[in-house]
């Protein structure tokens, strides 16, 4: 079974910064592409920012030039720095991994539990 762990959220003041980390453990055999998402309340659930296993990024505009997201593929860890934080910017973010678990099995989507992220003053 696998399990995505997130980890840095909190409370911040707008302009500040914060990391926020996702490890995926467990029975893994490749994980292919990793991502963030966020839903704020009476929201849909949006792409905050996505990278592949060789590196390629992708980024929601709203975010663009103040996220930056990473991995460690040794890890099997996604990072996602968050720069410039705005009020708007307040949601539970979720990171997610397209991975099989051996290598006869499909592809499946796993997603965390959620991290909150507050944005206020």
């Known amino acids: 079974q696998v399990q995505l762990v997130e980890s840095g959220g909190g409370l911040v003041q707008p302009g500040g910064s914060l990391r926020l980390s996702c490890a995926a453990s467990?029975?893994?055999?490749?994980?292919?592409?990793m991502g963030w998402y966020r839903q704020a309340p009476g929201k849909q659930r949006e792409l905050v920012a996505a990278?592949?296993?060789?590196?390629?990024?992708n980024y929601a505009d709203s975010v663009k030039g103040r996220f930056a997201i990473s991995r460690d593929n040794a890890k099997n860890t996604v990072y996602l720095q968050m720069n410039s934080l705005k009020p708007e910017d307040t949601a539970v973010y979720y990171c997610?991994?397209?991975?099989?678990?051996?290598?006869?099995?499909?592809?499946?989507?796993?997603w965390g539990q959620g991290t909150q992220v507050t944005v206020s003053s």
């Open positions: 990278i592949t296993n060789g590196g390629s990024t």
């Open positions: 467990g029975s893994i055999f490749s994980i292919n592409d």
């Open positions: 997610n991994a397209e991975l099989s678990e051996t290598l006869a099995s499909s592809l499946q989507i796993s």
